[in-house]
């Protein structure tokens, strides 16, 4: 086996020449096409958009920071010109039923000429009824209604009265009422004495008659309340006739301009109808409210129930709407219906009902956080009721839990007709789609956004558009083509990967505007890859105080790793760190000791635990490749620990797999390990070392230890073969590695990474299964068999000894 060879210093990193770009500035440059970057995306989001079936709605997922919101809103604002022109929605005071305002739709633009006539036709409804109740002719004809009932009333007493006279009774007008008594002539009535003076018999005759008068008397008197309602019917009669006389051509001048609604007829007509039956109360109302915004409850509101609530209107160029409800509670999603206190009592009526997001984005585009409303309570729930039914119902939150008792408003639920659009991690929509058996209908469309593109020279190329395009967007300088070929290696350090770029728009903004700050600082016209530059090395700066704190411990000696000499069960790994905006690496000490046991290897850090599932799995895999190497001429007698030596905290990840193996076999064979390296990776149960995350920071986080120190040339890192594409270094590891003062090494299997750290040749067995003599592996079968006769010696021992004292 042939020891592998360090890296050059071209694989290390993969730059972009800026020449290649084809421009000298980005001002030269158009915009990016989303679609370039994020095809199948926007693919998926243009079928969900143009299909018309229930249940096409959007699912954008993508990472935060990924412009996903951006691409959205680009994807709308241009599909917003097309498909049907959005309807204007409106309430209007139900005359049959006040608690159920009714629902207009009408064409777009026409919400508010309509909202308008009738402001205007109840500004002009006021004066017009005080005029028709305060003209000549509507009080003449009062007076002559009341006269006449007058009449009436007196004409009646005065019949009874003469009929009384002619029996010798007279009907007297006294405090106390009507009353009838006996007349001893034409002038005098009779006294009490006189009338006991009278014989019996004409005492009784006198007696029947005056009850019967009194009888009559009673009948007439009740008589008189239905003759003072029938005038009252006859008053309201004529002040109806003369409202209708007045108010009528009001309507009908604007009835015309809605001839082609025949909904807005219908309610025009209908308030006509109750203000002819409304009659004299409108005039009273006119007088105690003094003002059309006074806001009471239902038929109280008097000439506001003829106003128009204009819930919902959209502009004249019939452009469909674009909502993004940023706060999806339930009130701003369905709708509210406010309340305002009127004699101590809550009160509402239709005037007051608000609309939600769902209202305003109806014929067009609602776009949502998925997660801020799953976090809103009831708010995910009443989304898709609206959704299966079709229609948005406007539902009180107060009510929903019981804290209201009062009557409310149910106003008439609006017909849906609207895209949503839910934005989200990934890691939400395959939840839902797991755990919500209702969302795969409602949201057939999931646009998965990139999350990295390869780096070839096309998708480069329409990376330096994207970098034009996202400068121009937030306004900052042009860059030329070497700032641009710098921020376009840095989206390869981005994705972890020399060939591909990160689509996280984020950073990359952040980027571009702090350039273009240090620009302005230095006055440039351009942004020049000086700036880029600075830049980075500024937002590292703000970022690495944590980082130094690490390697000011080690290098204290506070925190112990060797970087020379060499050492048993003893290896440098490497740690990643991720803290905010700031990922870093340090080298950590990882040991191994055995004695004889029965073939177990003991995960300390699972044991107090400290270690993660992920990491536990990796040391019970080196196990099991220890094992099948080495166990199958005899069996393992060994009982061996690992540590992360001086770890306070949790262990979690396999990529030190590795470093466990190679120190864990160091202890067995009884051969020290080079310190001056370090080592990454995870291993599977053959043997082969596969790749793992954060190469390069590990890389620097232990070339700024050993450069720190004083680089030897003897120091470097262990790498898994296939993360040397990713490596995309910082450039004084480039640099070091170009002089000769650092090496770094991919390295595809344990044996290779053995001959490395111990400077011996692996071994590989022959026929017979032998190891070749002073290779490691053969150390290795040695230290299995010395264990394994030690494990037997103390066995025998042990049962002789037993077997003697019994």
């Known amino acids: 086996m042939t020891a592998p060879t360090p890296l050059t210093p071209e694989a290390l990193y993969t730059a972009c020449d800026p020449a290649q770009l084809g421009f000298a500035s980005s001002a030269e440059l158009s915009d990016l096409d989303t679609a370039q970057i994020h095809g199948r995306a926007v693919e998926a989001m243009h079928l969900g958009l143009d299909m018309k079936h229930a249940g096409y709605n959007l699912f954008v997922l993508g990472e935060t920071g990924s412009g996903r919101h951006a691409i959205t809103q680009q994807l709308l604002d241009a599909e917003r010109h097309n498909g049907s022109t959005p309807a204007d929605w409106c309430y209007v005071y139900a005359f049959d039923d006040p608690t159920r305002p009714n629902l207009l739709k ?54 009874l009265g003469d009929e009384a006279a002619g029996q010798s009774i007279a009907l007297v007008r006294t405090p106390g009422g009507l009353i009838f008594v006996p007349m001893k002539d034409d002038e005098n009535p009779m006294s009490q004495e006189e009338f006991q ?53 009001l309507v009908e001048d604007i009835k015309p301009r809605y001839a082609d609604l025949p909904e807005v007829s219908e309610f025009l007509d209908a308030a006509l ?145 609207l ?30 956004l990139e999350s ?94 944590i980082r130094e704190r690490y390697q000011e411990q080690i290098l204290r000696g506070q925190i112990l790793v060797d970087t020379a000499g060499a050492h048993v069960g003893q290896v440098n790994g490497l740690a990643v760190i991720v803290l905010g905006e700031s990922t870093f690496a340090h080298p950590v000490r990882i040991t191994a000791t055995v004695r004889v046991g029965e073939g177990e290897v003991i995960d300390i850090e699972r044991e107090v635990k ?63 390990l080079k310190q001056s390296l370090a080592v990454t990776g995870s291993v599977n149960q053959f043997g082969v070392v596969q790749p793992v995350g954060g190469i390069n920071e590990k890389i620097e986080g232990y070339f700024d230890i050993c450069a720190a120190r004083g680089l030897t040339g003897d120091q470097g890192v262990l790498i898994p073969a296939p993360n040397a594409v990713h490596l995309m270094l910082k450039p004084a590891v480039v640099q070091a590695v170009r002089e000769g ?33 002073g290779s490691v592996n053969a150390r290795i079968a040695t230290g299995l068999e010395r264990l394994a006769k030690l494990r037997k010696e103390f066995s025998r021992d042990k049962g002789g000894g037993d077997s003697a004292e019994s």
């Open 610 to 672: 400290l270690g993660g599932p992920i990491h536990s799995k990796g040391v019970l895999i080196l196990s099991s490749f220890m094992a099948s190497r080495f166990g199958l001429r005899l069996p393992l007698s060994l009982k061996a620990s690992l540590v992360f030596e001086q770890s306070y905290g949790g262990v979690e990840g396999d990529s030190a797999s590795v470093a466990e193996l190679a120190a864990l076999l160091s202890a067995v064979a009884d051969v020290p």
């Open 452 to 545: 990295e593109i390869e780096r070839n020279p096309a998708n480069t190329a329409a990376y330096a558009r994207l970098i034009a395009t996202l400068a121009r967007r937030d306004q900052l300088r042009p860059l030329a083509a070497p700032a641009v070929a710098r921020v376009i290696e840095h989206a390869a350090r981005l994705a972890n990967d020399a060939q591909r770029l990160t689509t996280q728009m984020q950073p990359l903004d952040d980027l571009l505007r702090e350039a273009d700050h240090a620009a302005a600082a230095a006055k440039g016209e351009r942004i020049e890859r000086e700036h880029v530059e600075a830049a980075l090395a500024a937002h590292e700066h703000r970022n690495e105080r």
């Open 106 to 159: 009408l064409p777009c633009g026409r919400g508010t000429q309509l909202r308008d006539d009738m402001q205007q036709f109840v500004e002009a409804l006021t004066p017009a009824i005080n005029a028709v109740f305060q003209g000549d002719d509507y009080r003449e004809r009062i007076e002559a209604l009341q006269e006449e009932a007058k009449q009436r009333e007196a004409s009646a007493l005065k019949a």
């Open 197 to 249: 003076a009278l014989a019996e018999d004409k005492q009784k005759e006198m007696a029947e008659r005056l009850q019967a008068l009194h009888e009559r008397l009673h009948k007439l008197m009740n008589e008189f309340p239905r003759w003072h309602q029938e005038t009252l019917n006859r008053m309201k009669q004529v002040g109806s006739e003369a409202l209708r006389t007045t108010v009528t051509h």
């Open 419 to 448: 895209k949503i659009v839910l934005i989200g991690e990934r890691l939400v929509y395959y939840l839902l789609s797991q755990y919500d058996p209702d969302f795969p209908a409602l949201f057939k469309i999931n646009a998965d």
């Open 273 to 417: 109808q109750d203000i002819i039956e409304s009659g004299e109360s409108l005039r009273a109302s006119t007088h105690s409210e003094g003002d059309t915004e006074t806001t009471t409850y239902s038929g109280s509101i008097a000439l506001q129930r003829y106003l128009v609530n204009l819930l919902v209107a959209h502009p004249a160029d019939g452009a469909r709407p674009v909502v993004y409800e940023d706060h999806p509670t339930l009130q701003n999603l369905l709708g509210r219906i406010e309340a305002q206190v009127h004699m101590g009592t809550l009160v509402s009526n239709f005037t007051l009902i608000r609309a939600g997001a769902l209202h305003r984005a109806n014929g067009g585009f609602l776009v949502l956080d998925a997660l801020k409303v799953l976090q809103q309570p009831y708010a995910w729930e009443a989304l898709k009721r609206c959704l299966k039914s079709g229609a948005v119902r406007i539902e009180s939150l107060s009510e929903m839990i019981g804290l209201t008792s009062t009557m409310q408003l149910e106003p008439e639920p609006m017909p849906l007709d």
């Open 741 to 773: 003062k650092f090496r770094i090494w991919a390295v595809s299997t344990v044996d290779e990474a053995l001959e490395l750290l111990t400077g011996l040749p692996a071994g590989a067995p022959d026929e017979k299964g032998q190891m070749p003599a």
